[in-house]
Structures are given as C-alpha cells and as structure tokens.
C-alpha cells in the first residue's frame, strides 16, 4: 500500500509540474504567433487526443505519464509551406524564441510563487517559537539565549513559528556574519542578542539551522515517567514493575521525567537498581536487576520497560497565516529564496565541495510525495513548491538538450550573428544527454544506498 500511495502522487506531482512547465512554453509560444502542432501531458503511444480542426492544435495524453511536450511548427523537424512559415518557431526572431523557450522554467517558478501564495492564506501548524533548551557550549549559550526567551524577530524578520524562517537562516548558515535575535525574556522583557556565525562546513545543508547550527531547540512537553509496556520476561517484569506505575527515582535520586529516567537508567553502571515506583496512590521501593547490552561500541543498562508513545502538542502549535498581500509577498521571497539555495547547491555538488548525496532520485522523490501527501495538503503542495523550483532551475542549466542549452546556443548566435551549425549542435546533444544520463545514474545510485538503509 506504501508502495501504491507513494506512485500515485508521485504520478501527480509529475503530471502537474510537467504540465505546467510545457503550458508555459505553449502559452508564451502562441501568444507570440507560433504554431503548436500538438501539446501532450506524456510520452508514448497517444491515449487520448482532441482537435478542433486539422489546423488547430492537437492536445493529447500519452500512454507514458513521466514528462510532456510541447512541438512546435519547425523547418528542422519537418516541411512547412511557404504560407505557414511566418509561424514557424525556426524563423522568428531570436527574442522570441529565447522568450519561448525561457518560458517554461519561468512557468515553474511562477508555479512555486502560486503555491507559495495558496500555502499562506491557508496557514500551516507551527511550534510557537519558544526555546525549550540550549545547547551547552553552542553559538547560543556563547550568545545568551536562556529555556523560555520567545523569538520575536531575526534581522527585524518576524517569527511567528519556530520554521517559519528556516530558509533564510539556511542561507545565512552558509556564509560567515552576524545575526541579530530580538527575543522576549519572561524576567526582563524585550532584548536583542547577536549571534555570530562561523563558516560552515560546505559539505552539511541541514535545514534546522536554529538547533544544528545556533543551538537552541524548541520548548516541547516531556512525558512523565510512567511504564506504558513491558519486555516480556525483561528485568523489569521479573522484577514486578506493571504497566501504569510512575517512577519517582533510582537508587533515592528525584527522577524528572522519562527523558531524565532514561538517561539515568542507560548511563548507569550498577547491575542492581532500586527503583521508587507510585502504584496507586502507594509508594514501594522495588529492586531491579538490569541488563546490559553493547550499542555501537558503547554498554548501556537497560530494564525492559516502555514509555509515553504520544504527547500533547496542542499548547506547543500556533497556525501562522498571512493576509492575500504578505502571502503573495511570501510567495515570491520563498520561491526566490529556494532558487537560490538550490543554483548554490547545485554548485557545490558539480565542484565537490558539498555531498552528491542530496541528488535524489524517482524513488526518493517519490517516497518524499506519499510521506507528504500522507501528512496533509499543505505539506504536499510545500513538496510540489520545491520540486516546481528544482525543475525551473535544472531545466536552466547549461546542458544541451535543456532549456538553459537552447539559450546558450541562441547567446552564441547572437555573439557571431548566425545560428549554431547543426554539427555543433548535435555535439552538444550528444554531452547533454551523456551528462544527463550520468546524473540519472547518480542520482538511481542514492536511491539505492537509501533503501538498502
């Protein structure tokens, strides 16, 4: 069933993304009167075709649902009579077919900007952005951050949810500066923090800028240390733990909460513990022999026993939501923000100085869609945002046989005042598609290395 779901909006979010990028180059192509002979969401053996008249354009479904096309009236693909050869896409001016061919990546992004859009009049759940803990050692303790500051704005940029600015602080992560931090403090009210940044290491992108990089994690409830199961015949059942019972401490020392229970437990060497249980209303002292086990190289106490498996967030959740002017605002910010992580990426993948392993792949991309799809509607159109955003900028790249390559010929031909010879051009195609390939072949690679995860 994983597998089903993950297909089916896998296939949805190609056909919608492919469709609009090939509308973009229809739309713009007709609106400059070139002829398009046919417009297919597809590949393949045609499933389904209409046509107003053999003159008019011919859309169709192919049988193929990974990708679409757009063809066009052309003297390099076929004949064209005299009386049509003003529309065809060969014999109009270079900025109209640089604009024609710009305008499918454009569709993408303005695609992105769109859902973007739709995304802040809808509003998302968010975790108010109050720090829980900060890190010992970290930019933040070096910084002043203190358990229960609320972030009210970074760089005059207003917070309102702890990941609600995550992309530019992704992008200022990547670069050596300083951040200015205006936070609310319970005892003394407003106060602003800097926090200096050290270049990171270019080989990490992880978008949880504020706990990774600054230190600071967000303020989250912690289960109470209550026994919700048992390892059958584990230490703690032979020892007559029972599900429900509370501990309040290990060997008389006050534990917390599970968290607290946990690591007093695992990082504990004795192999008798007593532990203080309350059991309706009674407080026993019940002894416990532990067990241990080696994990990764390091011995851990373990007694068997099972904690909270959910806890309340609804105190923790705010919804952000913007106004038709600041989402739209939004939406353009996000989207341009994106592009340039993305172009910035890229680049330091191509030059070696960032992990190839974020190149993903059909089925990663595909396991990304079921995952969002499976966590609501904003999460699934923040996924097709993103992806809308890779494939404008990928399709910009330099590479022959993609919409950057054609722009790359028609610079040249604008350079030497004469279209590219066709030998060169189909050189090109040829590195194109060997590079294409090579990317392909990386990027079914991480998929693999994924699964076998």
């Known amino acids: 069933m994983d597998f089903l779901n993950n297909a089916l909006f896998f296939l949805v979010a190609v056909a919608v993304l492919v469709s609009f990028h090939e509308f973009g180059h229809f739309i713009v192509a007709r609106w400059l009167d070139v002829r398009v002979l046919k417009f297919s969401v597809g590949f393949g053996k045609t499933i389904w075709s209409w046509q ?105 940029r207003p917070v309102r949810g702890w990941s609600e600015q995550r992309l530019y602080l992704l992008g200022r992560a990547a670069t050596s500066g300083e951040l200015s931090f205006l936070i609310d403090r319970p005892s003394v009210g407003l106060k602003t923090l800097r926090v200096a ?80 249980v309350e059991r309706d209303g009674t407080i026993i002292a019940i002894p416990v022999i532990a067990d241990f086990k080696l994990i990764e190289g390091t011995t851990i106490r373990r ?34 923000m994106m592009s340039t992580l993305t172009v910035r990426l890229f680049g330091k993948m191509l030059t070696g100085s960032a992990s190839r392993e974020h190149l993903s792949g059909p089925v990663s991309i595909a396991r990304f869609a079921g995952q969002s ?39 040249a031909e604008a350079v030497s005042g004469r279209p590219i010879p066709e030998r060169v051009m189909l050189w090109g195609q040829q590195f194109g598609i060997a590079f294409i390939v090579l990317l392909m072949g990386l990027a079914f690679y991480n998929d693999f290395l994924s699964l076998l995860q």
């Open 52 to 156: 107003k008249d053999h003159t008019a354009t011919e859309y169709a479904i192919g049988a193929i649902p990974l990708g679409g096309y757009v063809r066009m009236l052309d003297e390099r693909e076929g004949e064209v009579s005299a009386a049509e050869r003003d529309q065809a896409f060969n014999c109009k001016p270079l900025l109209t077919r640089s604009l024609i061919v710009l305008a499918g990546p454009a569709a993408n992004l303005v695609l992105a900007v769109l859902i973007y859009w739709s995304i802040g009049l809808m509003g998302t759940e968010d975790l108010k952005p109050v720090i829980g803990a900060v890190t010992p050692g970290s930019i933040a303790e070096q910084s002043g951050f203190e358990p229960g500051d609320k972030i009210v704005s970074v760089d005059n």
């Open 197 to 276: 940044l050290g270049q990171e290491n270019d080989r990490n992108f992880n978008p949880a800028v504020l706990s990774s990089v600054i230190g600071i994690s967000p303020e989250l409830p912690v289960p109470e240390a209550k026994v919700t199961g048992l390892v059958e015949s584990g230490p703690a059942e032979r020892a007559g733990i029972l599900e429900d019972d509370r501990i309040l401490a290990i060997d008389s020392i006050a534990v917390t909460d599970w968290e607290d229970l946990v690591r007093k437990i695992g990082t504990g060497t004795g192999e008798k513990i007593t532990l203080s």
């Open 303 to 336: 007694i068997g026993i099972y904690g909270p498996t959910s806890i309340d967030l609804s105190e923790h959740i705010t919804r952000v939501r913007y106004g038709p002017l600041e989402a739209a605002v939004r939406g353009v910010e996000t989207t341009w």
């Open 373 to 411: 799809a499976s966590l609501g509607l904003t999460q699934f159109l923040a996924f097709l945002a993103v992806l809308s955003v890779s494939l404008g900028i990928i399709n910009l790249l330099p590479i022959p046989v993609l919409d950057g390559g054609h722009l790359v010929y028609f610079a």
